[in-house]
C-alpha cells in the first residue's frame, strides 16, 4: 500500500514523465542517426565533386562541351547524381542525370546557378552545401557546390546533387510509427501532470498567500487547514510559528527603539563595523563628526565613508589582536576637527567586528588653546606695568629718590604704570562679569542721539589734540533703542576712542545710525591707517593686537573690543567691522529698536 495519497499520485506523476523521456530519448536518437546519415552523404557527394573537377578540360570553350557532356553522362550514371558545370556567373554549360543521355533539359538549362545558396557559398568560400528538404529543387535530396581554381584563380564551377540513401529513409520510417504514441504519451503526462499539480500547489498556493500575508506583518492573518494531513499540520505549525514571530518582532522592535533612541541622543559618535570593515550601523552623531549621512553609507567600507588612514590602521589593529585601542585623529573638515576615537573588539574568534566610540575633542582642545593664551597674554600684559614699576623703584632706591627732578619724573612713571594695571585688571574684571552673565544690565529705552553726543563730547579734548574731526550723524535719528544705557556708553566710548587713536591728524571720526528692519545700525566709521583683512576674524579676541607696540604705546590694553562685542551680545545685538588699509575702518553696531511696530526711515 502508498503511505499517503499525496505520495501516490506524485509517484504516477513521475513514472508518466519517465515514460514521455524515453520517447524524447528515441526521438533524439532518431535525429542522431539521421545526422549521421546527412554527413555520409556530404562526404559521398564532395567525393562525387572532385572526381568530375578531375575531368574538367582546362577551359570550358565551346569545342570542350561534348567531350565534357559525355563525361558527364558516364560519371552521372557511375556516382548515380546529378552533375551540372557552370561558369563562375553561374551558367551552366553541361549538365547529366543518372540514366539520361545527352539531355539538358533538366532544372538548371538555360538557367543561372548563381541564385542558389550553395552555389553562392562556393564562390565565396570554395564550397557549399545544402541538405534535406532545404534544397533547391524542393525534393529530398542534398546538394553540394565546389569551385573549381586555376593556378589560384577560380574558373568554373561544379554543382553534384543526389536523393538520400534508402537507409536515411527507412530511419525515417522506423520513427514514424512512434511519433503518435510519443505524442499521446506526451499529453497523457502533461494532464496528469496538470491534475497533480492542482491538486499539491491549491493548498500550497493558499499557504503561500497566509505566509506573505505573514511576512508582510500582518500577524492577525489565519491560515485555512487543507484537506491534506500532511498540509493541515504544517498550516497549523505556521499559525503557530506566526504568533511566536509576532511575540518576538513586538519585542525586537521595542528594544531596537530603546536602543536607536539612545544612540540617536548620544553626543558621541557610535559605528559598527564588520570583519571585511563595512560599516553596519552609524548613528547621527558619527555621521556629524565624521561628515557624512549615517543612512547612505550602510554596507559601505570605512575608507570609503572617511578617508583617514589612521583610523582605518586602528581598526584593522583591533581586529587582528582583538584588544580595544585608543588613538585620536584629526580630520580636516571643514570645520577641521579633534578626535578621540575608542576602538572596541566584538566578542568572537576570529573577531567578527569592532564599535567605534567617536568624541569631539575639538572644542576642548579649542579651549586649552584659548586658556593657555589668555594665561600667556594676561601674564606678558601683567608683566609690562610691572617691571616698569620695578625698575622705577628699584632706581629710586638706589639713590634716585635724592634727585628731585628724576624723582618726580619716576614717580609719574610709577603712576602712570599703576594707572595702566589698574585699568587693565578692572577691564578683565568686567569682562569675566560680562561673560560670566554676572553684569547687571537694564535694558530701557535709550535715546541714541545722545549717548553719541555724550561719548563724542569726551572725545573731543583727545580729538582737537590728534586734530581729528567728530562728526555726528545721529541727530536725527528718530527711533530709541532697548539697551542699558552705562553699557551702551562703554561700547560708544571704546569704538570711538579707538577711532580717534588710530586716525592721523586731518582725519575724520563720524557716527551714524541706520534702522533696519527692528534693529538699528550704528556705524563708527574713521579715516585711519584701516585694518589688514588677515587680521579681521581676530579683532574682538581678548588681548588682540594688530600692532602690539602701537597699541600699547597708545595706552590700550587689548581687551576694549572684546567688551564690546560680549556687552552687545548681552543686550541681545552684535558687532562686526570692515576695513580697507590705509583708507579706514567701519564697525558696525546692532541693537533692537525699543519700539519695532513703528515705521522707520534710515536717516544721516
Known amino acids: 500500500m502508498w503511505p499517503s495519497p499525496l505520495l501516490r499520485l506524485t509517484a504516477t506523476a513521475m513514472v508518466t514523465l519517465a515514460l514521455a523521456a524515453m520517447g524524447l530519448g528515441l526521438w533524439m536518437a532518431s535525429g542522431a542517426q539521421l545526422a549521421r546519415t546527412q554527413a555520409a552523404q556530404q562526404q559521398r557527394l564532395r567525393a562525387a565533386a572532385v572526381c568530375v573537377r578531375e575531368h574538367l578540360p582546362e577551359t570550358l570553350a565551346a569545342t570542350e562541351i561534348p567531350p565534357l557532356q559525355a563525361t558527364l553522362d558516364r560519371l552521372a550514371d557511375e556516382l548515380e547524381c546529378t552533375i551540372a558545370v557552370a561558369r563562375l556567373d553561374g551558367e551552366v554549360v553541361a549538365q547529366a542525370e543518372p540514366g539520361v543521355r545527352g539531355n539538358r533539359s533538366g532544372s538548371e538549362d538555360g538557367k543561372s546557378l548563381s541564385h542558389l545558396p550553395e552555389v553562392v557559398k562556393a564562390v565565396r568560400y570554395g564550397s557549399g552545401y545544402l541538405g534535406d528538404k532545404a534544397a533547391a529543387d524542393r525534393r529530398e535530396a542534398a546538394s553540394l557546390a565546389l569551385r573549381v581554381d586555376r593556378d589560384a584563380v577560380p574558373a568554373a564551377l561544379i554543382r553534384v546533387a543526389a536523393p538520400f540513401p534508402p537507409a536515411a529513409s527507412a530511419t525515417r520510417q522506423g520513427i514514424a510509427p512512434f511519433l503518435p504514441a510519443a505524442a499521446a504519451l506526451a499529453a497523457s503526462a502533461w494532464w496528469l501532470a496538470r491534475l497533480v499539480t492542482h491538486r499539491v500547489t491549491r493548498p500550497l498556493e493558499a499557504l503561500a498567500g497566509g505566509v506573505q500575508k505573514i511576512a508582510e506583518g500582518r500577524y492577525d492573518w489565519r491560515i485555512a487547514a487543507p484537506e491534506q494531513a500532511e498540509l493541515r499540520s504544517f498550516a497549523q505549525s505556521l499559525d503557530r510559528m506566526n504568533q511566536a514571530v509576532r511575540g518576538r518582532e513586538a519585542l525586537l522592535r521595542e528594544n531596537l527603539e530603546r536602543r536607536a533612541t539612545v544612540l540617536s541622543g548620544m553626543l558621541e559618535g557610535v559605528v559598527a563595523l564588520d570583519s571585511s570593515e563595512r560599516i553596519l550601523f552609524a548613528n547621527p552623531a558619527a555621521g556629524k563628526l565624521l561628515g557624512f549621512t549615517p543612512v547612505e553609507i550602510e554596507q559601505r567600507t570605512l575608507l570609503e565613508a572617511v578617508r583617514n588612514h589612521p583610523l582605518r590602521e586602528a581598526v584593522r589593529q583591533v581586529l587582528s589582536e582583538a584588544q580595544p585601542h585608543r588613538t585620536e585623529i584629526q580630520l580636516l573638515g571643514p570645520p577641521p576637527r579633534e578626535l578621540e576615537v575608542h576602538v572596541m573588539p566584538l566578542r568572537g574568534n576570529p573577531c567578527p567586528g569592532v564599535i567605534l566610540v567617536i568624541d569631539d575633542l575639538t572644542h576642548v582642545r579649542r579651549l586649552e588653546g584659548a586658556r593657555q593664551q589668555f594665561i600667556s597674554n594676561v601674564s606678558h600684559e601683567l608683566k609690562t606695568p610691572l617691571s616698569s614699576i620695578k625698575a622705577y623703584a628699584e632706581t629710586l632706591l638706589n639713590g634716585a629718590m635724592n634727585d628731585p627732578e628724576h624723582r618726580e619724573r619716576f614717580l609719574g612713571r610709577i603712576a602712570e604704570q599703576a594707572e595702566r594695571l589698574h585699568q587693565l585688571i578692572l577691564d ?55 539697551a542699558d544705557e552705562e553699557a551702551l556708553r562703554e561700547i560708544l ?25 527692528t534693529v538699528a545700525r550704528i556705524d563708527v566709521c574713521d579715516t585711519g591707517i584701516g585694518i589688514p583683512a588677515e587680521h579681521l576674524e581676530r579683532l574682538f579676541e581678548r588681548f588682540y593686537r594688530v600692532d602690539r607696540a602701537r597699541s600699547r604705546e597708545l595706552g590700550g590694553t587689548g581687551l576694549g573690543l572684546s567688551i564690546v562685542k560680549h556687552l552687545a551680545q548681552s543686550m541681545g545685538g552684535k558687532v562686526e567691522v570692515s576695513s580697507t588699509p590705509g583708507k579706514g575702518s567701519i564697525f558696525s553696531l546692532r541693537l533692537p529698536l525699543a519700539d519695532a511696530r513703528r515705521p522707520l526711515h534710515a536717516k544721516s
Open 428 to 482: 578683565m574684571l568686567s569682562l569675566a562679569r560680562i561673560e560670566a552673565g554676572q553684569a547687571s544690565l537694564e535694558l530701557r529705552d535709550v535715546d541714541l542721539g545722545e549717548a553719541v553726543r555724550r561719548s563724542l563730547a569726551a572725545h573731543e579734548p583727545l580729538a582737537a589734540a590728534k586734530q581729528v574731526e567728530l562728526d555726528d550723524q545721529t541727530v536725527n535719528f528718530p527711533s530709541r533703542l532697548c
Open 493 to 517: 566710548d571704546n569704538l570711538i576712542d579707538n577711532a580717534v587713536k588710530y586716525t592721523p591728524a586731518g582725519g575724520r571720526v563720524a557716527v551714524r545710525a541706520f534702522a533696519e528692519g
